[in-house]
């Protein structure tokens, strides 16, 4: 027996794949049953074609076997088989798929689906074995022939003893090292793990023999050990199964079984989509925020499957990223793989059908808007911030797919409304969309510049999430209607006349402000305003960043880089405290000084923020007591 070398650019092949191509070693087994799975689907096709050919469909299967002692693991079928020449030819040339040939000689006659197309899955056994030997019977011949090989130097084909048409794979696992342990593919119950996983919608029943230890009926102390057949996979896939024909139950057994979430799905999504590019999907919206997802430990991406067999854990290509924390699957027998099926190879096909399913996923969400506010309020108070970081990411690449789906809590409403339900109640006077920041919604409720707005009948959206403010930003307007931050210097409701005499008030007390400005130089600007109804003081901003903003960038950046919004300290011109501190501008302008030192850290605390000297300020406040 003559030991034949393997091609060059196949020897090449083999050595990159052993070590590099495939990133989980445990792959290998899902290629040598894909492959299983098509030599029988080859062997079914010629029954049905060829009249000669008889084969009982419930008759088909593959079998795995496990012998510790001589640390194999087999893998056999009762498909096609092969004869010499084809043993030779698809084991011999790496690349040279037998499955790719008889799908391009059948697909003009009948569309066969068939998983293992580029000839190189089989090669993935020597990541795990020092050697490999495959001993098969060609449908309709009378001799088998053994093929072995122990990897790049080579391989023989013989003649061996195979009483049944079919393909055995036998794998001699490589021994232990320091570094490596390969006992794991000697172990049942991993074996099962990996078959479920990978393998479980193989659509012929994968067998193994498996020893249980019981106990001897009728005596107390005395066990036996049973060789029972199981079952490894399930066979049919859900999702490939008639919707009206699945219960709640099942859907809700599945998804507790496959995402490891014991609650029910808030949505469930399942859809089948044909054309240029057909797939199925089968989605589940979470009832609540996934603990990893808070933790920043969260994969997202959909269980990519091609004809049933898992391809990809977490495609992230095949979401968009705002609606990332969706979880299910994707199964399509129309999608390129790579040699090793990790990875996909056209990106417009997954840029495809990520685009559908987010439009499904959104169509959804509207519908549950339309006609189960209760159901989506719920939903967004789970996953809305990662609707608004969509609407904000990208440059706002996003904002018209998301935009009617973001809710923010209204003023006069007291519950979560959405932009175009706020904008439907406008009175005809009102110019913008009003909002104001802050960390809770009472907090924001009684902020002094909200008191006016909302004595006016405006309604205001309160913003309390981080990314609220960005958002805003982004989308500058809404139905032509611009949002406008109630504590900027934007606002102005007061009339003609209440302005101009504002306006004058301020020029009048130039000087004043001048001095104050000497004690609190960090502000930009010092004036008094008609928009305070009964608070003294209130801070507001001139520029793109206000205050609520400033803290939200400056607790993610460098603490020696941070963002300074430009101040204003407005003095509402109604309170007593704007003749207080004109008297004191006359008597003493020291202690005009102390006063904005105390109404500037007054509305430092209204927003929130902290104050630098407060032993200084705590101090000043009991000598204007004291007095």
């Not at 053994?146 to 080579?154: H, L, N, Q, R, Y």
């Not at 007291?414 to 175009?420: D, F, G, H, Q, R």
Request: overall charge negative; charged content about 35%; aromatic content about 10%.
């Amino acid at each position: 027996m003559k030991k034949k070398e393997f091609k060059a650019e196949s020897r090449r092949l083999l050595d990159l794949m052993i070590n590099s191509i495939y990133t989980n070693r445990e792959i290998f087994l899902r290629e040598l049953i894909s492959n299983a799975s098509d030599a029988i689907d080859k062997r079914y096709y010629e029954s049905l074609t060829n009249k000669d050919v008889k084969v009982n469909k419930d008759d088909l299967e593959i079998w795995i076997k496990v012998d510790k002692d001589k640390r194999e693991l087999i893998v056999s079928d009762n498909g096609i088989g092969m004869d010499k020449d084809e043993l030779d030819s698809n084991l011999g040339t790496i690349a040279k798929s037998g499955s790719l040939l008889f799908k391009d000689k059948m697909e003009e006659k009948e569309d066969v689906n068939i998983i293992g197309q580029f000839g190189v899955g089989f090669y993935s056994s020597f990541m795990v074995a020092k050697s490999v030997v495959v001993r098969s019977k060609k449908q309709g011949s009378d001799v088998a022939y053994e093929w072995k090989s122990e990897g790049v130097e080579g391989y023989t084909i013989e003649e061996c003893q195979k009483d049944d048409v079919g393909t055995e794979i036998i794998l001699t696992l490589k021994d232990n090292t320091d570094e490596e342990s390969y006992d794991e593919f000697l172990d049942i119950y991993n074996i099962k793990a990996i078959v479920r996983k990978y393998s479980d919608y193989i659509h012929y029943p994968i067998k193994m023999d498996v020893s249980h230890r019981s106990k001897v009926e009728g005596k107390e102390n005395e066990y036996e050990e049973k060789v029972t057949t199981e079952i490894l996979n399930s066979m049919i896939p859900l999702w490939k199964r008639n919707k009206s024909d699945i219960k709640d139950e099942e859907y809700n057994s599945f998804y507790a079984d496959k995402f490891y979430d014991f609650e029910k799905p808030q949505k469930i999504i399942h859809t089948k989509v044909e054309g240029m590019l057909s797939y199925t999907a089968l989605l589940f919206i979470p009832s609540k925020i996934p603990y990893e997802y808070r933790t920043g430990e969260y994969k997202p991406g959909l269980k990519l499957y091609s004809n049933g067999v898992l391809i990809m854990e977490n495609c992230e290509e095949l979401l968009p990223d705002y609606f990332g924390f969706v979880k299910g699957l994707v199964d399509s027998d129309d999608l390129s793989l790579n040699i090793s099926r990790e990875i996909l190879q056209h990106d417009r096909q997954l840029k495809a059908i990520q685009k559908n399913i987010g439009s499904k996923i959104k169509s959804e969400l509207e519908n549950m808007l339309a006609n189960n506010r209760s159901e989506y309020d719920k939903f967004f108070e789970n996953f809305g911030i990662p609707l608004k970081v969509g609407t904000y990411s990208n440059f706002g690449a996003n904002q018209a797919e998301l935009k009617d789906l973001l809710e923010f809590y209204s003023s006069s409403e007291k519950k979560l409304v959405t932009l175009k339900e706020y904008v439907s109640r406008m009175p005809e006077d009102q110019k913008a969309i009003y909002y104001a920041c802050g960390d809770s919604y009472e907090n924001i409720a009684k902020l002094p510049q909200v008191e006016k707005i909302e004595e006016k009948n405006y309604e205001i959206l309160y913003l309390k999430d981080p990314i609220d403010e960005f958002v805003f930003q982004i989308l500058l307007a809404y139905e032509g209607k611009k949002f406008t931050n109630v504590a900027t210097e934007e606002i102005d409701l007061g009339s003609e006349e209440e302005k101009e005499a504002t306006k004058k008030l301020n020029e009048d007390n130039k000087e004043m402000f001048t001095v104050m400005k000497e004690a609190i130089p960090e502000v930009e600007v010092i004036r008094f305003t008609n928009r305070l109804k009964n608070h003294p003081v209130c801070l507001t901003t001139e520029g793109q960043i206000s205050i609520e903003m400033s803290k939200v960038i400056n607790s993610v950046n460098d603490p020696n880089n941070k963002v300074k919004p430009k101040l204003v300290l407005e003095i509402n011109e109604s309170h007593p405290i704007a003749k207080k501190i004109q008297d004191l501008f006359k008597e003493s302008k020291e202690d005009l000084k102390d006063y904005a030192k105390v109404l500037y850290s007054e509305a430092r605390l209204i927003e929130g923020l902290s104050i630098d000297n407060p032993v200084e300020i705590s101090n000043l406040i009991c000598k204007f007591i004291a007095k």
